[in-house]
Antibody, heavy 119, light 105 residues
Framework: EVQLVESGGGLVQPGRSLKLSCAAS????????MAWVRQAPKKGLEWVAT????????YYPDSVKGRFTISRDNAKSSLYLQMNSLKSEDTATYYC????????????WGQGVMVTVSS | IQLTQSPSLLSASVGDRVTLSCKGS??????LAWYQQKLGEAPKLLIY???SLQTGIPSRFSGSGSGTDYTLTISSLQPEDVATYFC????????FGGGTKLELK
């Protein structure tokens, strides 16, 4: 069974940093692109970052480019999101998601972790 | 590409045939998926490539469309289908629609 379990969320002040983690199991992690998707309270979904199988390629929307960094450790089957210079508009539930091979869509998601940016 | 879903709120009765709409600002070339999100849960993939049913999803769910206009149909609404449904395009970038909240009448 595919499982994705996020951790590392919490309350953080504007301008500070936070690092999220995602522990994957039930599939060969190193064979899959992985991503982070977020959902602001009572809002829609927004793709945040994607990383290739080896970690050599990463992709971001303009809203987080230069502030967020996605990375992975295939030996630990773990995905990470380093978030710097956080803003109030980054407040959201962050989901770790697996990308379906050959498609730019996400077939399994974690339960999500809440990040609140507030002073 | 911007995605506009309608209606934003839909009330229907058990057994009803339900149709949800998703319209793109440009041609999506059938790279359109649908997700179901129940309250407090992660999104679940229902349909991909416009009309391909994800493994394990009941056959009462179906998708159709082309160009800029796409539809998710539930042939006979069940109580467990109460959720918010998001469309998602992966033809040019990766964007989600604003969602349609489906409730029981």
């Amino acid at each position: 069974e595919v499982q994705l379990v996020e951790s590392g969320g919490g309350l953080v002040q504007p301008g500070r940093s936070l690092k999220l983690s995602c522990a994957a199991s039930g599939f060969t992690f190193s064979n899959y692109y992985m991503a982070w998707v977020r959902q602001a309270p009572k809002k829609g979904l927004e793709w945040v970052a994607t990383i290739s199988t080896s970690g050599s390629r990463t992709y971001y929307p303009d809203s987080v480019k230069g502030r967020f960094t996605i990375s992975r450790d295939n030996a630990k089957s773990s995905l990470y999101l380093q978030m710097n210079s956080l803003k109030s508009e980054d407040t959201a539930t962050y989901y770790c998601a697996r990308r379906r091979p050959g498609y730019n869509l996400f077939d399994y998601w974690g339960q999500g972790v809440m990040v609140t940016v507030s002073s | 590409i911007q995605l506009t879903q309608s209606p934003s709120l839909l009330s229907a009765s058990v057994g009803d045939r339900v149709t949800l709409s998703c319209k793109g600002s440009q041609n999506i070339n059938n790279y359109l998926a649908w997700y179901q999100q129940k309250l407090g849960e992660a999104p679940k993939l229902l349909i991909y490539n416009t009309n391909s049913l994800q493994t394990g999803i009941p056959s009462r769910f179906s998708g159709s469309g082309s160009g800029t206009d796409y539809t998710l149909t539930i042939s006979s609404l069940q109580p467990e289908d109460v959720a918010t449904y998001f469309c998602y395009q992966y033809n040019n970038g990766w964007t989600f629609g604003g969602g349609t909240k489906l409730e029981l009448k």
